[in-house]
């Protein structure tokens, strides 16, 4: 962990010194093209300079309409420039320093804390989920394809699989436009095998990693090892209690596959904690199986059970494996 952190915070250095030199590019080229551009920079840095030497020597009061005057006619100037800057078709930040994260501009930082893009990149190492955007490039709402899913009856479900799942679709947007609204909704994803499930937690995925959340997407079967390790081989698994705190307060949870794993007293109890815990910590969490609902009290017990139907929203996908 150490050694990620390390690594990340070089990484935050890199693109700092990335975002100055391309703002020093910007500003190159702008003040050749327009040399009145120059001079308003010019201008601009002379005024603050002498604006901190001249001001020292005033009287509190005068200080105040100096520095009111000094305002102005930086204000001024500055208009000026994103006028020119527009006549000649270029934005009116143009010439500002564009960060990859406004939040923290790109430090890592706020303050003392760390931004959430920085929990999101050791989630990313922890739990070598880097190669997660290649996947979330290709399955993303931008992406899906309702067309796939046929729009005639199926085994006696009153909508047809593509009515089913436009209902779906948009449970699945309200879920990330509601994100941040504490309605407490989470989501089962149930239902046979090649059906979407997957493809849909990625689409969530994605949109909220757009929107600065972290999120952690597992397999169950990669959950219950994570874990395994960490509470038997400690030693093995350099313990580090970061871990497992990413799993229980990253924004978003996404347990892919659950049923898969082999399941008994240790990772049932493991889920419940989990399950339990994020519903506390008011922390959104998806899971998808292809057990029905009711299989759920059989394997995990009644207290995973009892929560997963009080606080999650299940939605049932049925139609033709797409795989096939
Ligand atoms: N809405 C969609 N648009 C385009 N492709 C899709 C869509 N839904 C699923 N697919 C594709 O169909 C295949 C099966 O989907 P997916 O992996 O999401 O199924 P699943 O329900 O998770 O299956 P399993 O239960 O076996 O994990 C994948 O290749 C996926 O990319
Ligand atoms: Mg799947
Ligand atoms: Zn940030």
Redesign the pocket.
């Known amino acids: 962990m150490e050694k990620n952190i390390n690594e990340i915070l070089r990484e935050y250095e890199a693109l700092q010194s990335r975002a100055e030199k391309e703002k020093k590019e910007r500003a190159e080229k702008i003040h050749r093209k327009i040399p009145r551009i120059r001079e308003i920079d010019d201008t601009i840095s002379r005024l603050g300079l002498e604006c901190t030497s001249y001001s020292i020597g005033l009287k509190p009061s005068e200080q105040k309409e100096y520095l009111e005057a000094f305002a102005r006619k930086v204000e001024k100037l500055k208009h000026e420039k994103t006028a020119l800057l527009k006549d000649h078709g270029y934005p009116p930040d143009y010439m500002e320093i564009k960060y990859q994260c406004q939040n923290c501009s790109d430090t890592g930082y706020i303050g003392q804390k760390k931004c959430a893009c920085f929990r999101q990149r050791l989630i990313d190492r922890a739990y070598n989920q880097s190669n997660l955007g290649s996947v979330l490039s290709r ?1 993303n709402f931008g ?4 067309n ?1 899913f046929p729009d005639e009856k199926f085994q006696g479900h009153s909508k047809t699989p593509r009515q089913n799942m436009l209902d779906i679709l948009s449970r699945c947007e309200a879920f990330t436009h509601n994100f941040e609204k504490d309605n407490g909704e989470n989501l089962l994803l149930y ?10 937690c990625n689409c969530i995925a994605k949109k909220l990693l757009d929107k600065g959340k972290t999120v952690l997407y597992l397999t169950a079967f990669k959950l219950f090892r994570i874990l395994e390790e960490y509470r038997f081989r400690p030693m093995d698994a350099a313990p580090n209690k970061e871990m497992l705190d990413f799993i229980l307060t990253c924004d978003l949870l996404i347990i ?2 659950l049923g898969t794993e082999l399941a008994n007293s240790f990772t049932n109890s493991e889920l419940f904690n989990i399950i339990n815990t994020r519903l506390l910590e008011r922390k959104k969490t998806i899971i ?1 199986t ?1 057990l029905q609902p009711n299989d759920l009290i059989d394997i995990y017990g009644q207290r995973v059970f009892s929560r997963i139907s009080a606080r999650y929203r299940a939605l049932e ?1 049925y139609g033709h494996d ?2 096939m």
């Open positions: 399955e992406t899906f394809d309702i796939l239902g046979g095998t090649g059906l979407g499930k997957t493809f849909l892919d596959d998808s292809n996908f797409l795989r």
